[in-house]
Every structure is written in structure tokens, then in C-alpha cells.
């Protein structure tokens, strides 16, 4: 997932974000035989929100008797090297969908996904664009419907797609609407909800290969689906992978190693400025506290004559 977003370095601590994004469409005509001259658009959009990378630690210990099993292996600092590298990654990508503030001195076992360790895109579009949340029903005087989206016989929505295209068509810019690299970023439950149905149940082989077919394409809403780890269960976020970003500063990426005898263990201190950036929120939208189920009201049973 991180090799399909922006990781861009940055010299400053704080500044105007750098990806561009389209305003919206630059064709035109000019009458300039009456001496009126043509007005070119502003082809780039740089959001007014700045960035402001702050530090992320990543320090953990090995014990000795843990290097002592590993030192059997010729590579075992690669070895090393790469549990690590995978851990933040992850760990880059948790906190990405899940934090919700930076705190001072973060708590992980008050927060086991990382939710006080950055401001991440999800949190980003709830604070700087509430606009493009949807996380109830309203009706058209604006009066809440319903706390939860509820998707599924007798809900709000009769399916996931239904919902993911409206959302497209009414939080999204129309000219962002079209655009071919739009994806729904989910977690693994949603996906399981929308194709569990299609394999729950006995086929023939013709249809079991259809339903294979569908499966491997993964589309909601007839928009590709990207599974991405960690992500919170309830939600979907509709967008390019090219308007999620990460950026760090330059030169703040420090590591410190040190051989700690008095409790037995190698102590990794490691640490870099970062900030989660979404580059235009005109180009996406967030859809959470999603319930998929039958909402159907069940039928009152009537008394037989006679009883």
C-alpha cells in the first residue's frame, strides 16, 4: 500500500502542502476580435492547510537470548533489518486510518492502534472537511434518520455499491467523479460482507465460476476495492491512492543502537518527523459507522381462528 501513495520528503517542518490537484476543467472560448483577451485558469490547486511534520518514535529492545537463537543465521541483521522495516510500515499505515491526535506521551495500551500517535487522513478529512463525512442518515429537512448507516434489507441502503455510488455522486467533486484512478480503500470485514453471500451457498460450476470471477475483480460500486490493513472495520474511504501522502523530513530520520547489560537486551531507538497529508479533499470522501444487516421488520405473527 505505501508503494502506491505519496512518501514525500520535505526540507521544511511546516509548509504548504506540494501535491497538485485540478480545480476543475480548463476548456474555454474567447471573442477576441473585440479586443477581449483570453483569461487562462489556475491548472494547479494548492490547498490552503498546511503541513506540520512532528516526531514519530520507534524504538523497541532485543533480548540476548533472543540474538543468541537468530545468531545461527549468516543474515540475521538482514533478518533483523527487514522485521523491522515490515513493523513500521505497518505501523506507518496504522496510525494512518486510525489516529486521532497526537498526544505528548502516547499510551498503547489505551490505544492499541496507535490512535494518539498522529493525526491521520481519516481524522484529517473528519477535521478540515466534515463536509465530505457521512456517518448517519438525514432526511431532507435534516433531521437525523438514523446514528448508523445501515446496508442490507430494509436499511438505508440496499447494498454496499449503492452506497459508494451515492456517496461519489454527492461528497465528490463532480470533476474528481470520473476520474479512472478513484478507489474504495476497506478493511478485510467489509469485503467479507459484500461477497460472503455470493460463496455461502451451493453452485454449479458455472456459477461457482462466476462468482469466482466476481470475487477476483473486487469492485464496490463499480470502483476497485483496495483491502488495506488495519483499516477500521466500519468505514470506507473513497479516493485516489495519489491524494494520500506521508510526508518527512529530510534529515530527521535518527537511530540510535545501545547495548543495555543490566537488563540483557540491545536497545533500537529510532525516530523520524512525518505528517499524514491529504492533498485535495474535493478528491475523496469518508464513510464510516457502516452496519451491514437485515433491517427488515419482521412480520407480526396473527392469531389462527378459533385460538
Known amino acids: 500500500f505505501l508503494t502506491r501513495i505519496n512518501i514525500v520528503p520535505v526540507s521544511e517542518m511546516k509548509g504548504e502542502k506540494i501535491g497538485i490537484g485540478v480545480t ?14 483570453r483569461q487562462p485558469k489556475d491548472f494547479s490547486k494548492l490547498a490552503s492547510n498546511k503541513y506540520e511534520c512532528d516526531q ?63 493525526v491521520g487522513w481519516l481524522q484529517k478529512y473528519r477535521n478540515e472537511a466534515p463536509a465530505r463525512v457521512m ?5 431532507e429537512e435534516g433531521r437525523t434518520t438514523s446514528e448508523v448507516i445501515r446496508v442490507g434489507k430494509g436499511g438505508d441502503y440496499a447494498s454496499l455499491d449503492a452506497l459508494v455510488m451515492d456517496a461519489t455522486n454527492n461528497l465528490i467533486e463532480p470533476w474528481y467523479q470520473e476520474d479512472p484512478d478513484l478507489v474504495v480503500i476497506v478493511g478485510r470485514q467489509l469485503l467479507a460482507d459484500k461477497y460472503f453471500p455470493i460463496v455461502n451457498k451451493e453452485q454449479d460450476n458455472s456459477e461457482m465460476l462466476a462468482a469466482d470471477v466476481i470475487i477476483s475483480q473486487k469492485r464496490i460500486g463499480n470502483l476497485p476495492a483496495v483491502r488495506v ?79
Open 56 to 118: 514519530i518514535n520507534f524504538d523497541f529492545y532485543i533480548r540476548y537470548k533472543t540474538l543468541d537463537l537468530w545468531a545461527r543465521y549468516q543474515d540475521f541483521q538482514l533478518r533483523i533489518r527487514n522485521a523491522i522495516i515490515k513493523r513500521q510500515s505497518l505501523d506507518f499505515i496504522m496510525a494512518g486510518f486510525n489516529g486521532v491526535k497526537r498526544a505528548e506521551t502516547s499510551d498503547r495500551s489505551s490505544n492499541p492502534m496507535l490512535q494518539d500517535v498522529a
Open 135 to 139: 456517518s448517519k442518515v438525514t432526511d
Open 229 to 307: 490493513p488495519y483499516f477500521p472495520a466500519d468505514a470506507m474511504l473513497i479516493t485516489k491512492l495519489e491524494n494520500l501522502s506521508i510526508y518527512y523530513m529530510d534529515d530527521s530520520h535518527r537511530r540510535v543502537i545501545e547495548e543495555n547489560p543490566k537488563l540483557d537486551r540491545v536497545e533500537n531507538y529510532e525516530s523520524m518527523n512525518i505528517d499524514y497529508v491529504v492533498e485535495d479533499y474535493a478528491a475523496g470522501c469518508l464513510v464510516e459507522k457502516i452496519k451491514v444487516g437485515d433491517f427488515s421488520t419482521p412480520a407480526r405473527a396473527t392469531a389462527e381462528p378459533g385460538a
Open 24 to 37: 476543475g476543467s480548463i476548456a474555454s472560448t474567447t471573442d477576441t476580435a473585440g479586443g477581449t483577451e
